[in-house]
């Protein structure tokens, strides 16, 4: 469960400072599916950077599942981030000399798993992902779509309990898009909240809860009843 | 992460920018190679000159009479009416005796006057035995040098030096012709063929007599110089004890005797010749510098390139040693790699040096591959320092909005 209450993240840009999260509270709980809408500088790209630990509020507490780590050092953040979160990029972020399989171990290299144990946890997770056919390609070598699957088997190899995506499907065409947000709705199925920042309504209707943010602050906060 | 990794995803990072990394590789290479060629030409060079002393005998020990080390000791032996007991060729014989040594042979010198017929000449009259002429290494010009024989017995028998031959015989052949030396007269048994200066000492303007008949002449009974050789090139250290202690027993329990080595001058010019060496490898060292300074250029370069990488390995969770480490190594796989290089190039070029020049022994000492090598992973490693901690240091957001 992610717990934000009274966030700010404030910006110094030049004399002003600019209150990208303005005394956000929100609750996130395990397995849910959530849109992040609004215009551009509304902070929902600041909220998912501080829900997931790449950025740290100027005030407030973030309490992640349970412990407070608005106030961690570098490396204790690094740790949590490879414990709880995934990340699935716009750009998808691939390092372009590694393969798909590389990739997606690049997570398990970090933790220093053995090679063998890695490598087989990597192909099936790729597996999992439709690439079992493009292990060995690399990322060039891969379709948007593709690298878009090797990006999200790469945030779910080490089992994360949240999956934050940000504009996952912005450089996707409809089709791989559509695709792309089958394979994240399949995760949460599984398990796994879902954070999509989006500022596609088609994209961000998929959601079971959608929030809404306007000038760093939460303006809309609709949870569709079960169904 | 495993160090294998941490290396592994190194080398994949410079594999990505071949020709980046070559010319970086080249120049760490030529940096090395320059350490392991110039030490190369200043060790062949010290060999050159210490073989060239050893051919004139390492294994050389000169006794004379006089403790040289007691500063002094000859000002206060004057003062209470001493002097330093004389060596003696009954001394000579006892270093004889030794098993450490091949050859012995005194040494007595005086100023004389030579005379044949109407010529007369001033020479300096040397008084010695047979193995002098293999000790010294002198080669003979006409006929035969001192025979062997008792060291007490004072034949009446010279061997010329060149000049002497040529200014008292002219094209004359002196072979058996009887010379007048002092007040004595001797039989010329060979002259010397012409040696120039050796030591300061012009062995051409010397007349050589049996050293108990140079001892008639001057009317002493003492040696001036006792020349040995020892039996062992390593050995003479234990040698020169051995002498020391064979005339100390001999002179009363009196530590009254010099000896010197040669090896004493050998090693002055082996440190001199070492001292030329280091400076040398310094200044090639420098290149291994400017090398670490274009590591870091490619670092700081390979840092702004890679940032949106170092944003997303954040992300995944990566520490900020560990990305620390991951450049660090990058620049320590250069630094490296290049050092091998340039090993590689330097014993190429000293192979080269060797054919073109087989009278000198070129050679790269051991220390000098080593420490250029040392030199320059020190020098990726510093010059690294700086660009891995920008990259360690830079903010997960703002490196990700980076493509």
Known sequence: MMELSGICREYAVGDETVH???????????????????????????????????????????RLKGEDVSRLDDDSLAAHRQQHIGFVFQFFHLIPRLTALENVELPLVLTGAAPRARRERAAQILESVGLKARLDHRPDQLSGGERQRVAIGRAIVMQPSFLLADEPTGNLDTKSGGEIMQLLEELNRSGIALLIVTHDPAIGGRARRHLSLRDGKIVGDVSEAAA | ????????????????????????????????????????????????????????????????????????????????????????????????????????????????????????????????????????????????????????????????????????????????????????????????????????????ETVIMPVA??????????????????????????????IIAIIKAR?????????????????????????????????????????????????????????????LLKAVGARNAQILALFLTEAACLSLLGAVAGIAIGAAGVWLMRAAFPVLDFAAPAWASLSAVGVAIASGLVFGILPARRAAALDPVNALMQR
Request: negative net charge; hydrophobic residues 50%.
């Open chain 1, 20 to 62: 990208a999260l303005d005394h956000v509270s929100l609750a996130i709980h395990p397995a849910e599916y959530v849109s992040i809408m609004g215009p551009s500088g509304s902070g929902k790209s600041t909220l998912l950077n501080v829900l997931g630990l790449l950025d740290r509020p100027t005030a407030g507490t973030y």
């Open chain 2, 1 to 204: 992460m495993k160090p294998f990794d941490v290396a592994r995803m190194s080398l994949q990072a410079l594999e990505r920018y071949p020709l980046r990394t070559s010319m970086l590789l080249l120049a760490i290479a030529i940096g090395v190679a320059a350490v392991v060629l110039l030490t190369a030409v200043g060790e062949g060079a010290r060999r050159y000159v210490t073989d060239q002393f050893s051919a004139l005998g390492t294994q050389l020990l000169i006794v004379l009479p006089g403790r040289a080390e007691t500063a002094g000791g000859g000002i206060q032996g004057l003062l209470v009416g001493e002097t330093a007991r004389e060596l003696t060729l009954d001394d000579t014989l006892a270093i004889a005796r030794s098993s450490r040594v091949t050859q012995v042979t005194p040494l007595v010198l005086g100023a004389g006057t030579v005379s044949w017929g109407a010529r007369e000449r001033d020479i300096t009259v040397l008084g010695t035995s047979a193995p002098m002429l293999a000790i010294q290494h002198w080669l003979m010009g006409t006929g035969r040098f001192l025979p062997p024989g008792d060291l007490e017995v004072a034949e009446p028998v010279c061997v010329l030096g060149a000049t002497v031959a040529r200014e008292l015989f002219a094209s004359r052949s002196p072979l058996g012709e009887w010379l007048r030396i002092g007040e004595t007269r001797c039989r010329v048994l060979g002259t010397l063929a012409e040696q120039g200066l050796a030591g300061g000492f012009n062995v051409d």
């Open chain 2, 213 to 242: 008949s140079a001892q008639q002449i001057f009317n002493t009974s003492a040696v001036f110089r006792i020349l040995v050789e020892a039996s062992d090139r390593n050995g003479v250290q234990a040698t020169r004890r051995e």
């Open chain 2, 251 to 311: 002179h009363a329990g009196e530590e009254d005797i010099t000896v010197i080595t040669q090896d004493a001058l050998v090693a002055t010019f082996d440190t001199i010749f070492n001292m030329i060496t280091a400076g040398l490898a310094a200044i090639a060292a420098i290149s291994l510098v400017v090398a670490g300074v274009l590591i870091m250029n490619v670092m700081l370069v390979a840092v702004s390139q890679r940032t949106a990488e170092i944003g």
